[in-house]
Each structure stands twice: as structure tokens, then as C-alpha cells.
């Protein structure tokens, strides 16, 4: 038997990075991603990470505001292990010299977000935290770790419902197979789906379908958030204007001047972001333009340096003290099912990052607390899997996937539809329409030698798209950035706690209650 481990990680951003940054030199780590290292939405991040450091707050104080933002849907024990356990790894990251920005004494600069009842919110380079925790997390890797760039995995090996490696294309098209004790997705979220998103180009959901390929459960994909404010000039969006912009006192306002969000929420221009997103998509079905006013920041461009430098680029001319905004997906808080380890329901399948759903997030994530799960589940992950067993001596003939059904529908009119249908606002009409849509689109039968990478990104989006709707379709209830204008009262009842699972081309609905191990199916 093989005394070396060896796990595939698949992705590069924070979670893929605080993973092998964790394992030790026990383990091979194989770190492959289907473009370059840098390609991935923490290195877009520019909103930082949330950890309860000021004598003002308290881990209890953070997990509240968490639990508020996510509307009652999250699981409270792990929102308490990943607040705790984060602010321990974060506290590391200060020690160990990560350049977060800092006062003249040393200290972290607290800075605020929608729905944080206090600053706790550290930043990096202003307002590119993401771009500098990856650059520092990359600078520490150890030489058990191996990182293949434009090695596109496509799909999952499974053996006796086991995964057991990846089969993977390179750059010139030729498709391998490579075999492991542990595979771990770190492949983000969907943003793609949608017209207007703030996420890498590269993040078109291949984790959650391979995943869901091999078996493992997928939850909670009815829940997008959109972030309120992207720059959007002609009506296209041009990238994102973080939230610690009205967290240094921005407000949003429409061409008269009129301030939208007074009387809307308590926390006016720092309500949850599901309630600012709806607020402005709301004032721009009335015809209404939005701007996010920004005059009273003193030094704008010295504090957001890479806002700054967008707007340039885009011809905005900040001394109007104006940013055009529209809101644009951002973030999924559904994913791929997996418990405090990162473990999927798949056995020596984990999933890390935006791909999965721990349940910390809830139906609407809180500001900066998508790093901070990173950072703790890979972490976690790491750790579990050093004490698994190998498994290598087995001899297995790997078996894949040959012929490939391919959807003929374009992205563009994918990403049309989803806009049209199942973004901000959702009503059964719409949703029905959408799946109708989708459900129509012919297939072309692809040989996997001959299949190219958009054919399998349009695969997964197309099949990803479609457990959406179906989960959107089934929430009969408004709850955080899943909002049904034909059900619009908040929070029904008796949806509380239950989740709708997707599973081999079954979804269900499961009550948040655990029978051992085991979800009590019910529906
Ligand atoms: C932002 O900077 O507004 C985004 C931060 C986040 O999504 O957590």
C-alpha cells in the first residue's frame, strides 16, 4: 500500500489555497485549474474578510448578524464553528505578516458592511483583499504542492460510488484520467448563468454538476445573491463597487437626488443586500436611474484604488461625485452538500469554497464571510483527510464517460433567459417559462475526444441552470435572494428549516431535522 496520500484539488482561489496551505508533506497534492492560477472570484474579491477582532464585538455579536442576514436558513452550529474557528485563522494570517491594512500602530483597519451591526470587516490594498490573500496564501506554498495550469477537469471518476480521481483535458484537447484518495472542488459558484455577474469568466458551475454527476447531493440553488452596485455605464456592467464604499458612508440615490433606501430597512444603504438589490432593481422597473453617491468619502481613490481605476477606464467621471449602479449576480449560496469536513455525500469526494454549502450563508450571505468559510473549510478539509485511509493499491480501470450530450442552446440566450426569469424577482409564470425553454433545447451527441471546453462548460450551465429553476419553482416563499412576487410574504412558515435537494435526477424537499446521520426525507 501506498504511504503517500495523494489529493486533487481542483481550483485556485482562497479555500483551494488555505487547503493545501494546510495538508502536510504526508499528502501529494495535485492543485489543477482549467485557466491560469489567478482565475478565480477571490481574486475579484474586493470586499475582505469578516472576523469579530474590535472590543466592540464579539464572535456572538457576528454570528447574530449572520444569522439575520440569512433569514432564518442557516445551521446555526456550523455559523458557530465557522465564525470562532475563523476568527482564529484570520488572528494567524495578521500574525504571519498578511498584508491587511493596517493604522499606524500595527493594527487591522476595521471597515463595515451591509448588515454588520459593527466594523469587523479587514481589508487588503484598499479594496483589493481577495487579489492580495491569494498572492500571500500562493507565496507559502510547500514543494508537495504541484500546480497544472489549463488542465480543464471535466468530469469525476466513480468507483462502487466512490470518487476516485478526475478525468481531465489538456491544452491541446487530449483527454487523461488521473486516479486519487481524495478529490476536493474548489471550482466556485455560477455567476456565469447571468447576463450581468461580478464573478470570473471561468466559474460556470463544473464542480457542482460534476459533483452532482457522481451522486452527491446538491442544496439550496434557489438562493443567488445579486450585489446592489455594479458599475454599469449604457447599460452594461463593468465590474464591481464594493459594499465598504457605503460602508464609508456612500449612499444610493436616483437622478433627482432622492435617497432610495430611507424608510426601506434600519440599515438604510446597509440593509442586507438581498432587500438593497431588490430596492433598486424596484426603482429601475419605474424608470428610475441609480447612483451611488460617493461625496462624502474623503481621498475616494487613494482608499478604493481599483474602484477608481475602473471608472477611468469606463469614461465615468468620479469628480461628479456619481457612480451609475444596477445590481448583478454575485454569489450563490447553494452548492454542492457537505458537513463541517468539507465531505460530500459522495464518499472521498469533498467540495470547498462557493461550490459548496456548509449552511453558513443561509437564503442570503452576510458581506465578507464568503473568505472567511474559505479560509476555514479548507482548513478543515486538510485536516480530515490526513487521517483517511489510502486506498491506491486497489487496481482500478478507469471507466469514462465516452459520448457527451451537449445542449445546443447558445450562452447568450442561456443567460437571457436566466435574467429574464429567475433572477432578482421570480414569479411561477416566469419560472415555468424558463424550464419550458430549457427543457426544449436539442442535444448533439460529442465523442469526449472531440468535445471542446465551451461544450462542456454550456453542458454543465445548461443542467445547472435547469436544478435551479426547479428548486425556485418549488420554494413556494420569499426568503432572502430567492424573492416570488406571487409569494411574497417573507419567510412562510412552514418552509422553515426545510431545504430542496437535488440528487441523480431527483430533487426533494428535507426537513432540517437528522436522524443519525441520515436526512429525514418527508416529501
Ligand atoms: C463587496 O466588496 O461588496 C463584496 C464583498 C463580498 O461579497 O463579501
Known amino acids: 500500500m501506498s504511504s503517500i496520500k495523494k489529493v486533487i484539488v481542483v481550483g485556485s482561489g482562497i479555500a483551494a489555497l488555505s487547503f493545501v496551505n494546510t495538508i502536510s508533506e504526508n499528502c501529494q497534492v495535485i492543485m489543477m485549474t482549467k485557466k491560469q492560477f489567478s482565475s478565480s472570484n477571490s481574486m475579484l474579491a474586493q470586499g475582505g474578510i469578516a472576523a469579530a477582532f474590535s472590543a466592540h464585538d464579539s464572535v456572538d455579536q457576528h454570528v447574530q448578524d449572520t444569522l439575520a442576514a440569512g433569514c432564518g436558513h442557516n445551521d446555526d452550529k456550523t455559523v458557530q464553528e465557522i465564525v470562532r474557528h475563523g476568527k482564529d485563522l484570520v488572528k ?12 499606524e500602530t500595527g493594527i487591522p483597519q476595521l471597515g463595515k458592511e451591509g448588515a454588520h451591526t459593527t466594523h469587523r470587516i479587514l481589508h487588503a490594498g484598499g479594496d483589493q483583499t481577495g487579489k492580495t490573500l491569494v498572492q500571500f496564501l ?9 500546480v497544472y495550469e489549463n488542465h480543464h477537469v471535466m468530469d469525476l471518476l466513480v468507483h462502487e460510488g466512490v470518487c476516485t480521481g478526475v478525468v481531465w483535458k489538456d491544452e491541446k484537447g487530449h483527454v487523461h484520467t488521473m486516479t486519487a484518495d481524495a478529490v476536493v472542488l474548489s471550482t466556485g459558484g455560477c455567476g456565469s448563468l447571468y447576463e450581468t455577474n461580478t464573478n470570473d469568466p471561468s466559474v460556470t458551475g463544473d464542480g457542482l454538476m460534476m459533483a452532482y454527476r457522481a451522486g452527491a447531493q446538491l442544496v439550496d440553488l434557489e438562493f443567488v445573491q445579486f450585489h446592489p452596485t455594479l458599475l454599469t455605464t449604457s447599460g452594461k456592467a463593468i465590474g464591481l463597487v464594493s459594499e465598504a464604499v457605503r460602508g464609508e458612508g456612500a ?6 437626488g432622492r435617497r432610495i433606501m430611507k424608510g426601506i430597512h434600519p440599515q438604510s444603504d446597509l440593509a442586507p443586500r438581498d432587500v438593497v438589490a431588490r ?19 474623503p481621498r475616494f481613490s487613494a482608499r478604493f484604488p481599483a474602484i477608481a481605476s475602473m471608472c477611468q477606464r469606463a469614461g465615468v467621471d468620479m469628480a461628479s461625485g456619481r457612480l451609475p449602479v444596477s445590481p448583478g449576480m454575485h454569489f ?22 462557493e461550490a459548496a454549502c456548509t449552511g453558513l450563508h443561509g437564503a442570503n450571505r452576510l458581506a465578507s464571510n464568503s473568505l472567511l468559510e474559505g479560509l476555514v473549510l479548507g482548513n478543515n478539509a ?34 437571457k433567459w436566466m435574467t429574464a426569469y429567475a433572477a432578482i424577482v421570480r414569479d ?13 433545447v436539442s442535444f448533439q451527441q460529442i465523442n469526449v475526444k472531440n468535445i471542446t471546453n465551451e461544450q462542456i462548460e454550456i453542458t454543465n450551465q445548461w443542467a445547472l ?9 418549488l420554494r413556494t416563499e420569499s426568503r432572502g435572494g430567492h424573492y416570488r412576487t406571487d409569494y411574497p410574504n417573507r419567510h412562510d412558515a412552514s418552509w422553515r428549516a426545510k431545504q430542496i435537494v437535488h440528487e441523480q435526477g431527483h430533487i426533494y424537499i428535507v426537513k432540517n431535522e437528522r436522524i443519525g446521520a441520515k436526512w429525514n426525507v418527508y416529501s
Not at 500562493?138 to 514543494?143: A, D, I, T
Not at 441552470?465 to 419553482?473: D, E, G, M, R, Y
Open 382 to 415: 486538510a485536516r480530515y483527510i490526513e487521517r483517511l485511509q489510502t486506498w491506491q493499491d486497489k487496481k482500478l480501470a478507469p471507466s469514462i464517460q465516452e459520448v457527451w450530450s451537449v445542449p445546443t442552446v447558445s450562452l447568450a440566450q442561456l443567460r
Open 279 to 297: 430596492t433598486i432593481f424596484h426603482e429601475q422597473q419605474l424608470g428610475h436611474s441609480i447612483y451611488l453617491n460617493i461625496r462624502d468619502i
Open 332 to 353: 450563490l449560496m447553494g452548492g454542492i452538500k457537505v458537513n463541517e469536513h468539507g465531505e460530500t455525500t459522495v464518499p472521498s469526494l469533498f467540495a470547498i469554497g
Open 465 to 473: 441552470a435547469i436544478c435551479l429553476v426547479k428548486s425556485a419553482l
Open 138 to 146: 500562493k507565496g507559502k506554498l510547500g514543494s508537495h504542492i504541484y
Open 428 to 440: 411561477e409564470k416566469g419560472l415555468q417559462t424558463l424550464l419550458d425553454h430549457l427543457e426544449q
Open 92 to 103: 494567524k494570517l495578521v500574525e504571519e505578516g498578511c498584508p491587511f491594512d493596517r493604522d
Open 251 to 256: 449612499y444610493l440615490e436616483d437622478e433627482s
